[in-house]
């Protein structure tokens, strides 16, 4: 029997922010347009083919520009150019830009574009390099506001971009590129680095204005901070990433567990073949915080739970609470309870929801205490308030049932539930092959007559406290006699 491996094919799709469709979205064909523009009827310059709206923004006059991805003539169809188009306010072509509206750029992969001050548009993409032996350049480019070439920013208004921090980085490639209120910019970069067996290398940059590093931001001074999985974990890949709070919020995946692999045979006999394909492990997303300076930020632990109510059940209690008012800067990822005032904790149920938290693991009858606290990624927050429970639930049903025939009656006689519901049996009731529930007090054992002798009679008894009605017991037949 052969064996043989079959490899899917990836395609890496890269995340990025745009105005209107969401940053590295590709305009719908019937439906995207932001201010004036209808980005979905973008022509193609110089008569290329398959235009599309890959990121666009709005400068200060109400212009809008917009990356193009297109073919040229005499292109492959899986060959893409890039352009930067820029449209008036009333939604017409600016003449003005570059050539008649349009100015070219020399990527072959396009990833972002920025409003910068004067505005200024900043384009990030990538290309191979043929002068080069075919090296992978990722760079960005700067164009004043009439298409230019803007000779301020980096080498002849282009930064070809790298990572600082370790040698030999090979075929890199732009996340997204943001413009931050200060003038400098942040860049979520990754790169191949031959010098570890050709790993993947996921960094975050700072750079001046003049698109060089700046060498206040990273724990090396270099520009740049390596993004890190979680230990055991593996294959991290940045998506997005966001200014709040003085903190850097980098949208990150990565996996825990090795991929696996399908296989399956197909033909008969010695013509029988074994296929193999990859199935990837699921991807879990997460978050990375970096403070300004390119430090991994932990923040603070969070301020208390808002509890509001508590209601005892079976064996557990439900806590009704709000999230802490404060965070302490990063997201919450779960929450503990006290029942000793803060000796020791533990966790809520699974089941537990974002505004109710189960305790489970209760004596139905005893009274607690119970705090909570929330965890986050510098640990443990501040204990809420205490509230009281007590855990309670409806009888079980009554037990070992006998029903002893008579003249025209039959006695039944059993024993009481479980007494872990926490509250006493206030009433029984029995129902008659079916029929109507009839309350006969407190007592276990009972006549009921009179009744057809010959006639075969199946009774149920169940219990009631003050909580409710449990449920019945199993069924008990009689026959009486004379």
């Given at each position: 029997m052969n064996i043989r491996f079959l490899k899917k094919s990836a395609v890496a799709t890269i995340a990025l922010s745009v105005l209107a469709i969401g940053l590295g979205a590709v305009a719908p064909a019937n439906a995207t347009i932001v201010g004036n523009v209808n980005l979905s009827t973008l022509a193609s310059p110089h008569g290329g083919w398959g235009a599309e709206a890959w990121a666009n923004a709005t400068n200060s006059n109400g212009q809008l520009a917009v990356l193009v991805k297109y073919h040229r003539q005499g292109q492959w169809w899986d060959q893409n150019s890039y352009a930067v188009e820029k449209f008036n306010a009333d939604g017409t072509q600016d003449t003005s830009f570059g050539d008649s509206g349009w100015v070219d750029l020399p990527y072959d992969t396009g990833h972002d574009l920025q409003i910068l001050s004067n505005n200024r548009i900043l384009v990030a993409g990538g290309y191979y390099d043929w002068s080069r032996a075919e090296i992978r350049v990722a760079r960005?480019?700067?164009?004043?506001?009439?298409?230019?070439?803007?000779?301020?920013?980096?080498?002849?208004?282009?930064?070809?971009?790298?990572?600082?921090?370790?040698?030999?980085?090979v075929y890199p490639d732009v996340h997204q590129v943001t413009a931050l209120p200060n003038g400098?910019?942040?860049?979520?970069?990754?790169?191949?680095?031959?010098?570890?067996?050709?790993?993947?290398?996921?960094?975050?940059?700072?750079?001046?204005?003049d698109g060089s590093l700046d060498q206040?931001?990273?724990?090396?001074?270099?520009?740049?901070?390596?993004?890190?999985?979680?230990?055991?974990?593996?294959?991290?890949?940045?998506?997005?990433?966001?200014?709040?709070?003085?903190?850097?919020?980098?949208?990150?995946?990565?996996?825990?567990?090795?991929?696996?692999?399908?296989?399956?045979?197909?033909?008969w006999g010695e013509w029988a073949e074994h296929y193999c394909y990859p199935v990837p492990a699921p991807v879990v997303r997460s978050k990375i915080y970096l403070q300004q300076d390119g430090s991994l930020f932990i923040g603070r632990p969070a301020s208390a739970p808002i509890v509001w109510g508590a209601k005892g059940g079976n064996h557990q209690a439900s806590i009704g609470m709000w999230a802490p008012r404060n965070n302490g800067g990063t997201d919450i990822r779960g929450y503990e309870f006290t029942l000793d005032n803060g000796a020791s904790w533990n966790p809520v149920d699974s089941s537990s929801t974002e505004f109710r938290q189960v305790i489970p693991g209760l004596t139905n009858g005893v009274g607690y205490t119970v705090r909570l606290r929330a965890l986050n990624?510098?640990?443990?927050?501040?204990?809420?308030?205490?509230?009281?429970?007590?855990?309670?639930?409806?009888?079980?049903?009554?037990k070992q049932l006998t029903a002893t025939a008579g003249a025209g009656s039959i006695k039944i006689e059993f024993s009481a539930p479980s007494s872990d519901t926490g509250l006493p049996?206030?009433?029984?009731?029995?129902?008659?092959?079916?029929?109507?529930?009839?309350?006969?007090?407190?007592?276990?054992?009972?006549?009921?007559?009179?009744?057809?002798?010959?006639?075969?009679?199946?009774?149920?008894?169940?219990?009631?406290?003050?909580?409710?009605?449990?449920?019945?017991?199993?069924?008990v037949q009689a026959t009486p006699q004379r």
């Open positions: 960005m480019d700067v164009l004043s506001n009439d298409g230019s070439v803007d000779t301020t920013f980096g080498t002849n208004g282009h930064v070809d971009l790298a990572g600082a921090g370790v040698g030999g980085n400098k910019l942040a860049v979520a970069l990754l790169y191949r680095d031959f010098n570890l067996s050709y790993q993947f290398v996921q960094v975050f940059q700072i750079r001046n204005a206040s931001f990273g724990p090396n001074g270099n520009g740049e901070t390596v993004l890190s999985a979680p230990e055991g974990s593996r294959e991290l890949e940045v998506y997005s990433f966001s200014v709040t709070n003085r903190k850097f919020v980098i949208n990150v995946g990565f996996k825990t567990a090795a991929d696996g692999q399908q296989c399956f045979d197909w033909g990624a510098a640990g443990a927050g501040e204990m809420s308030r205490p509230v009281m429970v007590r855990p309670l639930s409806t009888p079980g049903a009554p049996v206030i009433r029984y009731a029995y129902s008659l092959d079916g029929g109507p529930w009839r309350s006969i007090g407190t007592k276990t054992s009972f006549v009921i007559k009179p009744l057809k002798n010959g006639t075969n009679y199946s009774v149920r008894v169940m219990a009631q406290n003050a909580l409710g009605i449990g449920a019945p017991s199993e069924a």
